[in-house]
C-alpha cells in the first residue's frame, strides 16, 4: 500500500484510477486509461434514477478485467452499502447463484443478458427459492438485449418484482452509456435491443460517414462525448487519436468517442442498438475481436488460412468457432 510521501505526485481527480484492456483487431490489446473523477461522476449522474443508498447489498459477480466490476465494485462503497463477493463456482451455476441472492438478501444485480437468462431458467425451475428475492434493481449491460426472451420474467413476476434496467457502456467511457427502464409492455412488443436515452452528462451523436447526424430511423454509428470520456488508450497515442477525435458540434477542444457501434433513433428519442460496423463481437459480456483470434491461428506452421465466427447453434449459447486451412505438408490437430 502506498502512502502520499511513496507517490510521485498528489492524487487528483484527474488521476488515472485503473487500466482495462479491451481487445484489438492486430491482436495486441490496448489499455483503456480511466480516471477517478470518470468513475465518481458516473454515479452522481445516475443518482436520480436509482437512489442507491447503505440499505443496498450489490453482488460482485464479474471479473475486475471487465468494466461492468468497477460499477459492482463502486456503487456500494461509494454509498456506504454492502458487497457480496460471488465465488467463481456459484457464478457458474445459476441455481448456486439464485440461492446466494436470497440468503444474502441482494438488491441490486448486475447481468449480462445471457447470464440472467440462465437465471431466469433456474428461477422457473426453483419457484419456491426464487420467491424469496429482495431485488430492487436487476441491471444489464456488456451485451444486446434480447427484449422478447424477458417477456416470461414478467409472466412469472408481472410488475410487483424488481425494476429491470437496460445499460448500454463501453469500456472507453467508463462502463455505462445509456439507460432503459423495462416493464412488460416493452418487452412484449420492443423490436430489437433497444438501449433509451444518454446518461445526463454525456452527449450522444448518430452520425454518418461524413460526420453529419443522420435522421429519425436511420442507422449510423454512435458517438460519445461528455464528462465519461476516458483519456485515451496507454502509450498507444495514434490508436487514442484515432478513436477520440475533435468533436465538431461542442466546446472547442472536446473529443467524442468513435464506439464502431450502429445505432438508430426512434420517433421517441429512444436509441436502438443495431450491431457493430466492423468485425468485432460479444460473448457473455466480453468484446472480442475475431481478427485478434485469427491471427494468432494463422500464427501456427501448420496452418495456412484461418477464419473464426460466433455461432449460436442453441439459443442464448453463442460460442467462437475457428477453421483452419492446413499449410502444404502439414495436417492441423484441433
Not at 74 to 97: C, K
Request: aromatic share 10%.
Amino acid at each position: 500500500d502506498l502512502t502520499d510521501s511513496e507517490r510521485l505526485a498528489p492524487l487528483h481527480a484527474g488521476s488515472p484510477a485503473y487500466v482495462i484492456y479491451t481487445s484489438g483487431s492486430t491482436g495486441r490489446p490496448k489499455g483503456v486509461v480511466v480516471e477517478h473523477r470518470s468513475v465518481v461522476r458516473l454515479f452522481g449522474a445516475t443518482e436520480s434514477w436509482f437512489g442507491f443508498g447503505s440499505q443496498d447489498v450489490w453482488t460482485l459477480f464479474h471479473s475486475y478485467a471487465f468494466d461492468f466490476s468497477v460499477w459492482e465494485l463502486w456503487g456500494p462503497l461509494l454509498h456506504g452499502g454492502r458487497l457480496v463477493v460471488v465465488p467463481f463456482e456459484v457464478s457458474r451455476s445459476a441455481g448456486e447463484f439464485l440461492g446466494l441472492l436470497v440468503r444474502e438478501g441482494v438488491t441490486v444485480l448486475n447481468q449480462t443478458p445471457s447470464a440472467f437468462y440462465q437465471l431466469m431458467q433456474a428461477d422457473r425451475d426453483d419457484p419456491a427459492t426464487g420467491d424469496g428475492l429482495a431485488l430492487r434493481y436487476v441491471v444489464f449491460g456488456g451485451e444486446a438485449l434480447d427484449l422478447g426472451r424477458l417477456a416470461s420474467w414478467y409472466e412469472r413476476r408481472g410488475e410487483s418484482g424488481p425494476t429491470l434496467v437496460n445499460m448500454y457502456g463501453i469500456t472507453e467511457t467508463t462502463v455505462h452509456v445509456t439507460h432503459l427502464p423495462l416493464d412488460a409492455e416493452k418487452c412484449v412488443t420492443g423490436a430489437g435491443s433497444g438501449i433509451g436515452e444518454g446518461i445526463p452528462d454525456l452527449r450522444l451523436y448518430v452520425l454518418d460517414s461524413g460526420l453529419c447526424p443522420v435522421p429519425v430511423g436511420v442507422a449510423g454509428e454512435l458517438y460519445v462525448a461528455g464528462a465519461g470520456l476516458a483519456r485515451g488508450y496507454l502509450n498507444r497515442a495514434g490508436l487514442t487519436a484515432e478513436r477520440f477525435v475533435a468533436d465538431p458540434f461542442g466546446a472547442s477542444g472536446s473529443r467524442m468517442y468513435r464506439t464502431g457501434d450502429l445505432v438508430r433513433w426512434s420517433a421517441e428519442g429512444q436509441l436502438e442498438y443495431l450491431g457493430r460496423i466492423d468485425d468485432q463481437v460479444k460473448v457473455r459480456g466480453f468484446r472480442i475481436e475475431l481478427g485478434e483470434i485469427e491471427s494468432v491461428l494463422a500464427a501456427h506452421p501448420d496452418t495456412a488460412q484461418a477464419a473464426v465466427i460466433v455461432r449460436e447453434d442453441r439459443p442464448g449459447d453463442k460460442r467462437l468457432v475457428g477453421y483452419a486451412v492446413a499449410a502444404a505438408g502439414s495436417v492441423v490437430d484441433p
